[in-house]
């Protein structure tokens, strides 16, 4: 991606992998993604719901990310289910649809992780092959990587340094 996904894609994206899935209830009436899409930078947040009766018919299940932006927990909408009909068997189906959409959800972001980090600068230690292992560091400015950089230098022949808002990498080595 060479942008980061909105919310209204996630849920669009999910919705899609449910319905090809065979997994929304045959009682739904509608999903229905934000009309207010806002980019998700990070991977790390928690989707959240609120699975509840409406106010004059039926039951909704609205959807949102959370996650933490400078110590405050910030919230995005993705969409809504709803459904009219308002007996057990109808929550008990709303229910599942929420477990399958958090289920699906978390499974479609681990693999496209990378499609969900658009924040801070990576550091990645490169192996004697130039491949870089399986760890690495996410600093909050590019001034903190370099000094990680620097520091990794010390050990390892190659790192390499990106920077998760523009996708721009530069390869540092020992030898300079």
Same mark, same amino acid.
């Given at each position: ?74 919230? @995005? #909408?993705?969409?809504?289910?709803? +459904? ?5 068997? =109808? ?5 599942? !649809? $929420? ?31 130039? @491949? #870089?292992?399986?760890?690495?560091? +996410? ?5 903190? =990587? ?5 520091? !990794? $230098? ?15 990498e530069e390869m540092f080595s020992q030898d300079g």
């Amino acid at each position: 991606m060479n942008k980061p996904m909105t919310t209204e894609e996630l849920f669009n994206e999910i919705h899609g992998i449910l319905k090809e899935n065979g997994k929304l209830p045959s009682i739904l009436d509608y999903g229905l993604a934000t009309r207010s899409p806002v980019p998700i930078k990070t991977y790390e947040f928690d989707l959240v719901n609120k699975l509840a009766l409406g106010g004059s018919e039926g039951i909704y299940l609205d959807l949102w990310i959370e996650h933490y932006v400078n110590d405050e927990k910030e919230r @995005k #909408r993705l969409g809504t289910f709803k +459904t009219l009909y308002e007996d057990d068997e =109808a929550m008990h189906a709303m229910a599942g !649809l $929420l477990a399958d959409f958090i289920i699906e959800g978390r499974t479609y972001v681990n693999a496209h992780l990378d499609d969900f980090i658009w924040e801070g600068v990576d550091v990645h230690a490169l192996d004697q092959n130039g @491949k #870089r292992y399986s760890w690495g560091y +996410t600093c909050c400015d590019m001034e903190a =990587a370099l000094q990680k950089k620097d520091e !990794l $230098l010390k050990k390892y022949l190659q790192v390499v340094v990106r920077d998760n808002a523009t996708r721009k990498e530069e390869m540092f080595s020992q030898d300079g």
